[in-house]
């Protein structure tokens, strides 16, 4: 991999799109970025976002979206998924999540 | 009380660099006595259970440990986030092909120029290729890479050039860190700070470098604390988010805390969970009960909690004072003295840089339960 890649998150993985500026749409299919890491907290009994410098404590509907960010599920499925579990979280939302996540790459979208 | 996030695990202060920036404590003799492996292992298991999610295994240099393998597969097998913070010099392709098999999750490789002749006047041994090498085989393993760069006033004009090798060795994150005076760091403070213009000239080309570089490239620039109005919201607060644990066992609430008058709280003696909850070093200014004027009355309270408690210390005498970056501390002008010094003079006149020792000595005695 050289310096100019633009996937240059730690991963090396073909077709993926990051970084600020990037807009989310339906038809992506987020994948968490290798150097971030998705677990859960016992003594806080939540889940957790872990990144070389940084924590994030997430609520019961980013940890749901987070847990569908598998390279598998479109932003699509997700919004719908999301819909049937927690009616008070609307589509631009979970798009707006994963926007802020994609920025700080933090997140990798692949398409088709 | 919170539980902490973060583990500084600082599991050794032999280096085998000798930076003059060094924020390892002065008397680095009185830590030889190194926690084995197995008391590692306790401390790790226990700072799980506290809630600690992220740990930074740190020194010195861990490579130095021979159980360093161990060390941080212990850290990932408690599902620990594991960052490994090294100069790289001892990450030999086999150590580090074990390192990644055994979980570790992240590398942060210290350079101190990005020019060979300069970096290795300032590390105090030849080790710029080393660094090179070492990033490659970071990338190589699929690791995300962070480089590291202290700046200070020898290296801070060629942050430009610095900048250009994070890219060409394809780094993650850049960190380019303005020296805090702190440990050795203090000791050369003087030969160390830069000027108002070095700062100016610096912060330009970081600001164009982070646009040119945002879609590949984090870029973190850690600005110089002398300079600012505010003092920095040093560790999210005392005892609040993060903890440290000394190569000898000492746990505190920052490395730089080791210069303080507190009583002593070890792991071989207590549990890491009593000491963060209880311990005399831990509580001595959590929250903001222990703030005086004018930080007691001030909207940014919980904003900088005050600034910094070891650099009140050393600064004042007293580490219960105003942090004196802060433009409204009545020390203020002690740190405004050294900024104006820094502006003043030569460069011919500037004083000599004390290098921190760097022998890589062995502890005296063997210890205990490794191997």
Redesign the interface.
Same mark, same amino acid.
């Given at each position: 991999m050289t310096a100019m890649d633009a996937t240059s998150t730690g991963t090396t993985r073909a077709g993926t799109r990051t970084g600020p500026g990037v807009e989310v749409c339906g038809s992506d299919r987020p994948l968490l970025a290798r150097h971030v890491r998705l677990t859960f907290c016992r003594t806080r009994q939540r889940r957790i976002l872990l990144h070389p410098e940084t924590v994030v404590v997430l609520n019961g509907s980013g940890a749901a979206i987070l847990e569908l960010c598998d390279g598998r599920h479109t932003v699509a499925e997700i919004v719908t998924e999301l819909g049937t579990r927690y009616r008070a979280v609307p589509g631009d939302e979970v798009r707006r999540f994963l926007t802020r996540l994609v920025a700080r790459r933090w997140m990798e979208l692949t398409d088709g | 009380m919170d539980?902490p996030? =973060?583990l500084l695990a600082e599991l050794t202060y032999r280096c085998p660099l000798a930076c003059p920036y060094c924020s390892n404590p002065l008397n680095m003799a009185g830590y030889r006595d190194e926690l084995a492996l197995d008391e590692w292992r306790r401390v790790l298991a226990e700072a799980g $259970? !506290? &809630?600690v999610? #992220?740990c930074h295994l740190s020194g010195g240099e861990p490579l130095l440990r021979r159980d360093l393998v161990e060390i941080a597969a212990a850290a990932h097998d408690l599902?620990l986030?594991t960052?490994l913070v090294t100069s790289a010099v001892g990450l030999s392709r086999p150590r580090a092909e074990r390192l990644r098999a055994a979980g570790l $999750?992240?590398v #942060?490789i210290s350079i101190q120029a990005d020019e060979a002749a300069v970096s290795d006047r300032i590390a105090g041994i030849p080790s710029f290729r080393r660094k090179i090498e070492a990033m490659r085989l970071v990338?190589e393993l =699929?690791?995300? !890479?962070?480089m590291n760069v202290v700046l200070h006033r020898h290296n801070i004009d060629r942050v430009a050039d610095v900048l250009t090798l994070a890219?060409?060795? &394809?780094a $993650?994150?850049l960190e380019l860190a303005n020296t805090q005076y702190y440990g050795w760091a203090w000791r050369n403070r003087a030969a160390l700070l830069p000027s108002r213009a070095q700062l100016d000239a610096a912060e330009v080309v970081v600001r164009a470098a982070r646009e040119r570089l945002? $879609?590949?490239?984090?870029v973190?620039y850690v600005i110089s604390d002398y300079y600012s109005r505010y003092p920095k919201p040093c560790m999210g607060g005392w005892a609040s988010r993060q903890l440290t644990v000394t190569p000898n066992g000492d746990v505190l609430p920052c490395p730089a805390a080791q210069s303080l008058p507190l009583p002593r709280a070890s792991v071989r003696e207590d549990s890491l969970a009593r000491i963060w909850a209880e311990s005399p070093v831990m509580n001595a200014f959590r929250g903001t009960d222990w703030m005086p004027e004018p930080c007691r009355s001030c909207f940014r309270r919980e904003v900088d909690f005050g600034g910094c408690r070891c650099q009140a210390f050393l600064l004042t005498g007293d580490a219960a004072r105003t942090d004196p970056v802060c433009h409204l501390s009545p020390d203020h002008h002690l740190v405004a003295g050294a900024v104006e010094a820094a502006n003043t003079g030569s460069r011919a006149g500037d004083p000599a840089l004390v290098p921190r020792p760097h022998r890589a000595r062995r502890p005296d005695r063997i210890p205990r339960g490794s191997g």
């Amino acid at each position: 991999m050289t310096a100019m890649d633009a996937t240059s998150t730690g991963t090396t993985r073909a077709g993926t799109r990051t970084g600020p500026g990037v807009e989310v749409c339906g038809s992506d299919r987020p994948l968490l970025a290798r150097h971030v890491r998705l677990t859960f907290c016992r003594t806080r009994q939540r889940r957790i976002l872990l990144h070389p410098e940084t924590v994030v404590v997430l609520n019961g509907s980013g940890a749901a979206i987070l847990e569908l960010c598998d390279g598998r599920h479109t932003v699509a499925e997700i919004v719908t998924e999301l819909g049937t579990r927690y009616r008070a979280v609307p589509g631009d939302e979970v798009r707006r999540f994963l926007t802020r996540l994609v920025a700080r790459r933090w997140m990798e979208l692949t398409d088709g | 009380m919170d539980s902490p996030f =973060g583990l500084l695990a600082e599991l050794t202060y032999r280096c085998p660099l000798a930076c003059p920036y060094c924020s390892n404590p002065l008397n680095m003799a009185g830590y030889r006595d190194e926690l084995a492996l197995d008391e590692w292992r306790r401390v790790l298991a226990e700072a799980g $259970d !506290l &809630g600690v999610l #992220q740990c930074h295994l740190s020194g010195g240099e861990p490579l130095l440990r021979r159980d360093l393998v161990e060390i941080a597969a212990a850290a990932h097998d408690l599902g620990l986030y594991t960052n490994l913070v090294t100069s790289a010099v001892g990450l030999s392709r086999p150590r580090a092909e074990r390192l990644r098999a055994a979980g570790l $999750d992240h590398v #942060q490789i210290s350079i101190q120029a990005d020019e060979a002749a300069v970096s290795d006047r300032i590390a105090g041994i030849p080790s710029f290729r080393r660094k090179i090498e070492a990033m490659r085989l970071v990338k190589e393993l =699929g690791w995300p !890479l962070t480089m590291n760069v202290v700046l200070h006033r020898h290296n801070i004009d060629r942050v430009a050039d610095v900048l250009t090798l994070a890219e060409e060795v &394809g780094a $993650d994150r850049l960190e380019l860190a303005n020296t805090q005076y702190y440990g050795w760091a203090w000791r050369n403070r003087a030969a160390l700070l830069p000027s108002r213009a070095q700062l100016d000239a610096a912060e330009v080309v970081v600001r164009a470098a982070r646009e040119r570089l945002r $879609d590949r490239m984090d870029v973190i620039y850690v600005i110089s604390d002398y300079y600012s109005r505010y003092p920095k919201p040093c560790m999210g607060g005392w005892a609040s988010r993060q903890l440290t644990v000394t190569p000898n066992g000492d746990v505190l609430p920052c490395p730089a805390a080791q210069s303080l008058p507190l009583p002593r709280a070890s792991v071989r003696e207590d549990s890491l969970a009593r000491i963060w909850a209880e311990s005399p070093v831990m509580n001595a200014f959590r929250g903001t009960d222990w703030m005086p004027e004018p930080c007691r009355s001030c909207f940014r309270r919980e904003v900088d909690f005050g600034g910094c408690r070891c650099q009140a210390f050393l600064l004042t005498g007293d580490a219960a004072r105003t942090d004196p970056v802060c433009h409204l501390s009545p020390d203020h002008h002690l740190v405004a003295g050294a900024v104006e010094a820094a502006n003043t003079g030569s460069r011919a006149g500037d004083p000599a840089l004390v290098p921190r020792p760097h022998r890589a000595r062995r502890p005296d005695r063997i210890p205990r339960g490794s191997g």
